[in-house]
């Protein structure tokens, strides 16, 4: 999964790419929910939240690390074709 960081200046253009829903508005700034979130895989070839973020604060989140396999197994879980 990505996480947005602290420079999130709560824009609200990646809420709304987001094929999964996992992007809300937190208590200070947007917030990714790691569950949600498959990079954009199955969907996309690149996240597109951080295609459209202004000032590039969606990294990968180290402490959601996933292989493409278990991001592709998530993306089948979300839209239940497992
Ligand atoms: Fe949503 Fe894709 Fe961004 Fe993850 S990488 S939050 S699935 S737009
Ligand atoms: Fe924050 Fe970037 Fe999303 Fe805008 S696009 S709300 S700056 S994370």
Not at 33 to 57: A, I, R
Request: include cysteine; charge should be negative.
């Amino acid at each position: 999964a990505l996480k947005i960081t602290h420079e999130c200046i709560n824009c609200d253009v990646c809420e709304p790419v987001c094929p999964n829903h996992a992007i809300y508005q937190g208590v200070e700034i947007y917030e990714i929910d790691p569950d949600l979130c498959t990079e954009c895989v199955g969907h996309f070839d690149k996240p597109q939240c951080q295609t459209v973020c202004p000032v590039d604060c969606i990294p990968l989140d180290p402490e959601h690390a996933e292989t493409r396999e278990q991001l592709m197994e998530k993306y089948r879980r979300l839209v239940n074709v497992v």
